[in-house]
């Protein structure tokens, strides 16, 4: 479930570090970027230094893809985050964060994002005891986001916490119980972003 092919390690080359696409895969001496961590190709040709432009867009390429979000979505993000109050672009960071399928893989229920969208998808997840199926939902501070107390929901949960390596971030906690679950303690924070990004450049280029 949640299987990403191919061209998607790629990025991680590209961008020069990684995306953590793979799910766990990324964790281990597997991980193509650990591997060969130069751009895809036979032939490695020396590349131009980027432009002001190209820089700008690459970290906003870079978001994009550490999410999984399209250009339509990603500019309701930013419409949103340019009308809020402080900064706009660890208000915009902060949204992308709150986002279910996010949180889904940050609590590790899910081995990437990827497979925290298909798990939303298919009904494994529910929001203050409601299901929510929409990847994209925004959860509040104080929301529980619980597994579904059947079977296959399960399985496929307690399969990513026995490989999941990294820490819950500070803005969510877990619990330990039989039916796994989280709580949202408070909104998401610019410490509590996982992805190296210059979100100022990525302001720079939409405000244009």
Sequence with gaps: MGRITGPVCRLCRRDGLKLFLKGSRC??????????PTPPGMVQKRRSKATDYGLRLREKQKVKHFYGV??????TYFARASRGKGNTGETLMSLLERRLDNVVHRLGFAASR?????????????????????????????DLVRVKNRVRSLQLVHAALADFRRDVPSFLS??????????????PAADDISLPVQANLIIELCSK
Excluded: W
Excluded at 70 to 75: D, N, P, S, V
């Design 27 to 36: 964790d281990t001496p597997k991980c193509a970027f650990e591997r060969r």
């Design 70 to 75: 399209l250009e339509r979505q990603f500019r």
């Design 114 to 142: 990827a497979a925290a969208r298909q798990m939303v998808m298919h009904g494994h997840i529910t929001v203050n005891g409601h299901r929510v199926d929409v990847p994209s939902y925004l959860v509040k501070a104080g």
């Design 174 to 187: 877990r619990g330990e119980g039989a039916v796994p679950e989280g709580r949202v303690d408070r909104l």
